[in-house]
């Protein structure tokens, strides 16, 4: 499909584990535990056109990751929402429905998504690792010293999963992740 910026096409989860349970039936555990990796890389040296794939791995299957999604753009998406907008949908289905092989119905669950800083702020739609409120784990306000973003305190109030949740965050979120 067609995104500001560049194209996405989507695979599917169900597909990619189809793919691989086709070929060794015996890989795969009753329940799939699912782990995701999101990340922008360069498509060449010479060239601004960059790769978004969105990977998975099912976890205690003795397999490869496979592709469910691929964005190729000459930047990353422009639109967190365009990006994800089909991988939500295919997940939330997968989840709710499970994935049926072979008149088996495995039930599938989210283990994590597995991303580098730079990508973890992206598919949250948090403020980056460098900038003020960039921290991950607590809500201090970073100090600039040095050419470089610290938080040197080491006792301040960490974030949790409900509080971002809640949207309380405004200083470190730019707003919704499809993720929700």
Same mark, same amino acid.
């Given at each position: 499909? /067609?995104?500001?910026?560049?194209? &996405? &096409?989507?695979?599917?989860?169900?597909?990619?584990? *189809?793919?691989?349970?086709?070929? =060794?039936?015996?890989?795969l555990?009753? +329940?799939?535990? @699912? +782990?995701?990796? @999101?990340?922008g890389?360069p498509?060449?040296?010479?060239?601004? $056109?960059?790769?978004?794939?969105?990977?998975? @791995?099912?976890? #205690?299957a003795?397999?490869?990751?496979?592709?469910?999604?691929? &964005?190729?753009?000459?930047?990353?998406?422009?639109?967190?929402?365009?990006y994800?907008?089909?991988?939500?949908q =295919? @997940?939330?289905?997968v989840?709710?429905?499970?994935?049926?092989?072979? #008149?088996?119905? %495995?039930?599938?669950?989210v283990?994590?998504?597995?991303? #580098?800083?730079?990508?973890?702020?992206y598919?949250?739609?948090?403020k980056?690792?460098?900038?003020y409120?960039?921290c991950?784990?607590?809500?201090?306000? /970073? #100090? %600039?010293?040095?050419?470089? $973003?610290t938080f040197?305190?080491?006792?301040?109030?960490?974030?949790?999963?409900?509080?971002?949740?809640?949207?309380? %965050? *405004?200083?470190?979120?730019?707003?919704?992740?499809?993720?929700?």
């Amino acid at each position: 499909a /067609g995104q500001e910026g560049g194209h &996405y &096409y989507h695979f599917g989860i169900a597909s990619g584990v *189809e793919a691989f349970a086709n070929a =060794d039936s015996n890989s795969l555990p009753a +329940q799939l535990k @699912l +782990q995701f990796n @999101l990340d922008g890389l360069p498509l060449f040296k010479s060239s601004s $056109m960059e790769f978004w794939p969105i990977l998975c @791995l099912v976890r #205690d299957a003795n397999v490869a990751p496979f592709v469910v999604g691929l &964005y190729c753009g000459t930047k990353k998406p422009v639109s967190i929402e365009e990006y994800l907008k089909e991988f939500v949908q =295919d @997940l939330v289905d997968v989840l709710r429905n499970g994935i049926t092989l072979n #008149d088996f119905l %495995y039930k599938v669950t989210v283990d994590c998504f597995i991303c #580098d800083a730079p990508a973890r702020s992206y598919i949250k739609n948090v403020k980056g690792h460098s900038g003020y409120f960039g921290c991950d784990k607590c809500v201090q306000e /970073g #100090d %600039y010293f040095a050419n470089r $973003m610290t938080f040197p305190c080491v006792d301040a109030i960490l974030r949790t999963d409900e509080q971002f949740s809640k949207s309380t %965050y *405004e200083e470190h979120r730019r707003g919704p992740t499809p993720l929700s």
